[in-house]
Antibody
């Protein structure tokens, strides 16, 4: 069974950093592009970025490129999202997703709340 | 960035109705458009890829079509489990972009 499990979410103060993890199982992790999507409260889905199989290509939505860093560890079957300089606008549910023909597998989401 | 405009932003329909949701692209994206169903408290679920292809496990009452820069998701006979927010996503260019969503409710 394909499974993606996010962790590392929680309450963080404005201006601080946070790193999310996404543990993958049930498939050959190093064969797939992987990505992150978020949904702020009451808002729609926002594509954050994605990373290819060997980390040689990483694409971001421009507004987040200077704040967020996507990485992966194929030996640990884990995807990461390093978030810095967090503001209230970054409060959201963060999903990791496997990129096939479509984003065909998703985690349940990690909740991040930015507040003092 | 490519803008995707979804219409309507919300709608209600009755069980058994034929429902069509639209997504219009601000520039040409070919068939590089997918649709996702999103229910509260759950992750998005892929419904359609490459504009017209049904994702794995999606009921055949769902279909996707394209006319120029207009893309549609059609439900041939609405069932109660279809109530959700539906998003289109273009993957022709970076950054990938989602439409604003259509909230589908039962009348």
């Amino acid at each position: 069974e394909v499974k993606l499990v996010e962790s590392g979410g929680g309450l963080v103060q404005p201006g601080r950093s946070l790193k999310l993890s996404c543990a993958a199982s049930g498939f050959s992790f190093n064969d797939y592009w992987m990505g992150w999507v978020r949904q702020a409260p009451g808002k729609g889905l926002e594509w954050i970025g994605e990373i290819n199989q060997d980390s040689s290509t990483i694409n971001y939505t421009p507004s987040l490129k200077d704040k967020f860093t996507i990485s992966r560890d194929n030996a640990q079957n884990t995807l990461y999202l390093q978030m810095s300089k967090l503001g209230s606008e970054d409060t959201a549910i963060y999903y990791c997703a496997r990129q096939g023909y479509v984003m065909d597998a998703w985690g349940q989401g990690a909740s991040v709340t930015v507040s003092s | 960035d490519i803008q995707l405009t979804q219409s309507p932003s919300s709608m209600s329909a009755s069980l058994g109705d034929r429902v069509s949701l639209t997504c219009q692209s601000s520039q040409g994206i070919g068939n590089y458009l997918s649709w996702y169903q999103h229910k509260p408290g759950k992750p998005p679920k892929p419904m359609i890829y490459y504009a017209t292809n049904l994702a794995d496990g999606v009921p055949s009452r769902f279909s996707g079509s394209r006319s120029g820069s207009d893309y549609s998701l059609t439900i041939s006979s609405l069932e109660s489990e279809d109530t959700a927010i539906y998003y289109c996503l273009q993957y022709d260019e970076y950054p990938r972009t989602f439409g604003g969503g259509t909230k589908l409710e039962l009348k």
